[in-house]
């Protein structure tokens, strides 16, 4: 019994290569990298998700404030934000703008108005959350007037980080309504909490279903029309669509239907679109006044800060918009901002933007002045301000 066997091993006699070998640990410098790669990426997507409510919007990342609208925000407005978007409350009919004869009230120039020369460009770090946020319904629309400054105060107030806004113009109350609102509110760029969504189309203040159609979506969107001495707008106008028809003819034959006689032919687009007071009225009738803010064109190009303050006040934004963002180009005889929306360049509206208007007639520049007077004051008086055109 106390032999020990020949050839007989313990089980801890067996080699170690039969047994599983533990992997080598990775070098350290390795594993360092791996652990600060991941650290970093951590870091960048905090520092990307807690940017995005208050840098989405921002000109070239400025850091222009909090932009917080807590203190001056309005109540909430009936657009459809949570559901499906609401159904049209009546069959879409062709939109009527108010100018007979073939040509309407916004012309050929509306392609101008959607031209690309100010695209819907996000910041970077807006592009990388193209996935975030939610497209609603706009709750302010810039529905006025054609040539006197609508794209100026839209390219101004996509400064605001609380302020996004499409581009070009969607033309949906008076061009697409049949098209829904679902398809309506697609074209709309996405925003976060607390940030407002715009669009603007000059036409919306001259065709006659607009108002009941931006109502039905809802009465508590805030509008803005800014308006320019009717007569120079006149001449803007007719400047724009000769730049595209050199074969027109002149203005004087246009805006008079008998210049013997001093007859204004109203019903040329050029001419209509100034008889503001007559479209405002169609306007109150779905509106209440508080609910519109005339933007004066003369004062934006004067004391742009002012007016965009005034804006901001009237949407509950808080006033971020201020001088330190625009300087004045001597050449083209308008303000430009030192850094747009999702650049970090100067920014001045496009060549087609403060062209030099024809030589026009003195005595049918006072014809028209005189014409106007009474349509001005009657404004003036519905507006409580006077804008002093006469």
């Not at 805006?255 to 008889?275: C, E, H, K, M, P």
């Not at 934004?317 to 430009?336: E, M």
């Not at 650049?343 to 007639?361: A, W, Y």
């Amino acid at each position: 019994m106390g032999q020990r066997l020949s050839g007989s091993r313990s089980c801890l006699d067996v080699p170690g290569r039969l047994l599983p070998q533990p992997p080598p640990p990775p070098p350290p410098v390795r594993r360092k990298l791996a652990l600060l790669f991941a650290m970093l990426c951590i870091w960048l997507y905090m520092f990307l998700y807690s940017c995005a409510g208050s840098c989405a919007a921002a000109p070239g990342l400025l850091l222009l404030g909090s932009g917080s609208r807590a203190a001056h925000a309005p109540p909430a407005l009936a657009s459809g934000r949570d559901g499906p978007p609401s159904r049209l409350p009546f069959p879409a009919a062709p939109a009527t703008q108010l100018a007979p004869g073939g040509e309407t009230a916004e012309g050929a120039a509306s392609q101008e108005e959607q031209s690309p020369e100010a695209p819907d460009s996000p910041s970077p770090i807006s592009s990388f959350f193209s996935g975030s946020g939610s497209k609603q319904l706009p709750q302010a629309i810039i529905i006025g007037v054609k040539k006197g400054g609508t794209r100026a105060l839209l390219e101004f107030l996509r400064v605001h980080p609380d302020v996004r806004a499409v581009g070009a113009e969607p033309h949906f109350f008076d061009r697409s309504y049949d098209k829904g609102l679902a398809w309506y509110r697609d074209l709309m760029p996405r925003t976060l909490e607390g940030q407002i969504t715009m669009e603007k189309t000059p036409s919306y203040f001259v065709t006659r279903e607009a108002p009941a159609r931006i109502s039905a979506m809802s009465k508590d969107t805030k509008l803005l029309v800014v308006v320019r001495d009717p007569v120079t707008r006149a001449v803007s106008d007719y400047t724009q669509t000769l730049s595209k028809r050199p074969d027109i003819p002149s203005f004087e034959s246009l805006a008079f239907r008998n210049r013997t006689a001093g007859l204004v032919d109203r019903a040329w687009s050029a001419i209509q679109i100034g008889l503001y007071a007559e479209h405002l009225e169609r306007w109150l009738r779905h509106f209440p006044a508080r609910q519109l803010l005339f933007v004066s064109g003369e004062r934006l190009v004067r004391d742009p800060a002012g007016e965009l303050g005034r804006v901001q006040d009237f949407l509950g934004l808080k006033r971020i918009i201020s001088d330190k963002h625009f300087y004045f180009n001597q050449t083209k005889g308008f303000p430009c901002l030192k850094k747009a929306e999702g650049s970090g360049r100067p920014h001045c509206l496009g060549k087609t933007k403060g062209r030099p208007h024809p030589e026009i007639d003195g005595q049918v520049l006072r014809r028209l002045r005189d014409f106007y007077r009474p349509f001005n004051r009657k404004f003036y008086q519905m507006t409580g301000h006077d804008f002093g055109w006469d």
